[in-house]
């Protein structure tokens, strides 16, 4: 994805795995609105957000689409079950290469104050 506008803060070949997950977008049924936001420009406006902290109300329009929306496509994709999706697909393709190691790995842990 390095080619695209939006390389330098969504991984290499991160939004093609993501392209396919997305649910189609709602066609309204009585018509006139604007054309719908690039899927792209939104992922990578909700990836910035989700990798610097920013909040949501500070997101610049400099992504292509507007705080709400990127905000409302966010609120639209999270049930529909993506984010899970893309990190099952990432680590099953990581897996594939051998560079998962579950050696280590922590399944659950709680802090409980002792009496």
Known sequence: ????????IVPDGLWELARPL?????????????????DEAVFAAIIYVLVSGCAW???RRASGASKSTVR?????WSPAGVWGRLHQTVLQLLD??????????????AHVRGK
């Open 96 to 109: 594939g290469r051998d560079l998962v190691d579950l050696s280590r790995a922590v399944l659950d842990s």
């Open 22 to 38: 997305l649910p189609p977008a709602r066609v309204r049924p009585q018509g006139g609105a604007v054309a719908n936001i690039d």
């Open 72 to 76: 409302r496509r966010f609120g639209i």
């Open 57 to 59: 109300r500070a997101l």
């Open 1 to 8: 994805m390095r080619s695209s506008r939006w390389g330098w």
